[in-house]
């Protein structure tokens, strides 16, 4: 099974603030990755798909870069919205697999 | 607009099983493959398995295989998931999710969830 590795697991900001966060993969799995924000009590939303492809209706400030094993997801300018935790996932093959986590908290 | 309508909240005792189903609507139901994929209470996100709603065909993680059962009734766009056995360990919250139009196994609606407890 492929291994998501997130960094860091808990991350302080504030509004304004660009923030990046890296998903790392135990193995090659060229640009087939998937990034969520979820919110508490809430299911997870697509945010990024193919690693850099924005999803229909999330806002530009959300990017996303890399391909092979080293994986960043950026937001500029951060909103109160954005508050939340953010989770990639790889779809190289079966088993699907998700990161960890990151929490993007209010400094 | 695209909605997926879970069942609610089950209380199961250890060696029970659940099912828990998942209402689509807003779209061709047969269109897109649907997955499951439960969040224990650490937060973590696991990958249970899928269904193609056109044919039935499913395919389910190692971890689960033998245990879990996806199956859809297409007259009522509907999809089941099944597990059996259950543990404390299987205490999560469980999402349908469907599949994205574009290629990929990735997941652009998500059910909202139906906490599962499995207690003594």
């Known amino acids: 099974d492929i291994q998501m590795t997130q960094s860091p697991s808990t991350l302080s900001a504030s509004v304004g603030d660009r923030v990046t966060i890296t998903c790392r993969a135990s193995?090659?799995?060229?640009?087939?990755l998937a990034w969520y924000q979820q919110k508490p009590g809430k299911a997870p939303k697509l945010l990024i798909y193919?690693?850099?492809s924005l999803e229909s209706g999330v806002p530009s400030r959300f990017s996303g870069t890399g391909s092979g094993t080293e994986f960043t997801l950026t937001i500029s300018n951060l909103q109160p919205d954005d508050f939340a935790t953010y989770y990639c996932?790889?779809?190289?093959?079966?088993?699907?697999?998700f990161g960890g986590g990151t929490k993007v908290e209010i400094q | 607009q695209v909605q997926l309508v879970q069942s609610g909240a089950e209380v199961k005792k250890p060696g029970a099983s659940v099912k828990v189903s998942c209402r689509a609507s807003?779209?061709?139901?047969?269109?897109?493959?649907m997955h499951w994929v439960r969040q224990t209470p650490g937060q973590r996100l696991e990958w249970m398995g899928w269904?193609?709603?056109?044919?039935?065909?499913?395919r389910y993680s190692q971890k689960f295989q033998g245990r879990v059962t996806i199956t859809r009734d297409t007259s009522a766009s509907i999809v089941y998931m099944d597990l059996s056995s259950l543990r404390s360990e299987d205490t999560a919250v469980y999402y349908c999710?469907?599949?994205?139009?574009?290629?990929?196994?990735?997941?652009?609606?998500w059910g909202q969830g139906t906490l599962v407890t499995v207690s003594s």
């Open positions: 807003g779209y061709t139901f047969s269109s897109n493959a």
């Open positions: 999710a469907r599949l994205g139009t574009l290629n990929g196994d990735f997941f652009d609606y």
């Open positions: 269904i193609n709603i056109g044919n039935g065909n499913t």
């Open positions: 193919k690693a850099s």
């Open positions: 193995q090659s799995i060229s640009t087939w």
């Open positions: 996932q790889h779809y190289l093959n079966y088993p699907l697999t």
